[in-house]
């Protein structure tokens, strides 16, 4: 079963105005720690601290790896994309885009909890559209994250919902995920998450939502921010 993605022209009008400027600050930052970390090893006397040092600098590549896909997942969401359906296991996908998510973002003081159960859930999906939109979703919840992540997995007769919320400090008021490929307010970056995951979500006949977090605030007053995929069986 296919599906073709909608159309988004404003927003796609908006990356084209603003990659090439924004593009420059995703590459330095994970090249830098690339850089710093290649520079370090030749002063690292013990095994253990060189280890150390390559295991930042394979994050590194693995974030300038990710930027790339991106980009070509974008430019491939603005000529068109037919989404192609066929019946997969929905609770191993988001097992496996979160794990590949705390590969890129992972931060020890950042704990991920998942309740997405242990029993396969066989829905029609394109594998490699909704693993990214979700690894998309949940990294960006634990860059912002104070403290805590949770995936949260809801079947419904006619769906299954896929919750992330985070502790962080939620969303701009009067913030529209469908129009707008900004980022969150205080951090740099494409932005390009939640408009490329709301492409998926509809091209799987389902929609995403963004609304309050349930998680404890990390002070009063404060909420976070929390992202449902919904997908259709």
């Known amino acids: 079963m296919t599906a073709k993605a909608p159309a988004s022209p404003e927003a796609f009008a908006y990356v084209t105005q603003q990659l090439l400027r924004q593009v420059a600050h995703d590459i330095r930052s994970p090249a830098g720690v690339v850089q710093n970390a290649i520079e370090e090893l030749s002063q690292r006397e ?4 060189r280890a150390a040092m390559m295991v930042m600098a394979n994050r590194g590549v693995r974030r300038l790896l990710r930027l790339a896909d991106r980009l070509s997942m974008v430019a491939e969401l603005q000529r068109g994309v037919s989404f192609d359906r066929q019946p997969g296991d929905l609770r191993n996908l ?17 704990v991920l909890d998942r309740a997405i159960g242990d029993d396969a859930l066989s829905l029609p999906l394109d594998a490699r559209w909704l693993s990214a939109a979700t690894c998309e979703v949940v990294s960006n919840a634990l860059r912002f994250a104070r403290s805590r992540v949770q995936v949260t997995m809801r079947p419904t007769e006619k769906s299954v919902q896929l919750v992330v ?4 400090p939620g969303f701009p008021e009067g913030f529209d995920p469908a129009g707008s490929f900004a980022p969150r307010e205080g951090v ?9 995951a709301i492409d998926v979500c509809k091209g799987h006949a389902g929609d995403l ?5 349930t998680l404890p605030p990390y002070r009063a007053g404060a909420a976070g921010a929390a992202v449902t995929l919904e997908i259709s069986r």
Do not use: C, K
């Open 46 to 49: 013990t095994p253990e601290e």
């Open 188 to 196: 740099q970056g494409l932005g390009l998450s939640l408009a490329m």
């Open 209 to 213: 939502r963004i609304h309050r977090s």
């Open 165 to 168: 919320e985070d502790d962080g």
């Open 94 to 110: 988001v097992d496996t885009a979160t794990e590949h998510a705390l590969l890129l973002q992972g931060r020890r003081n950042v």
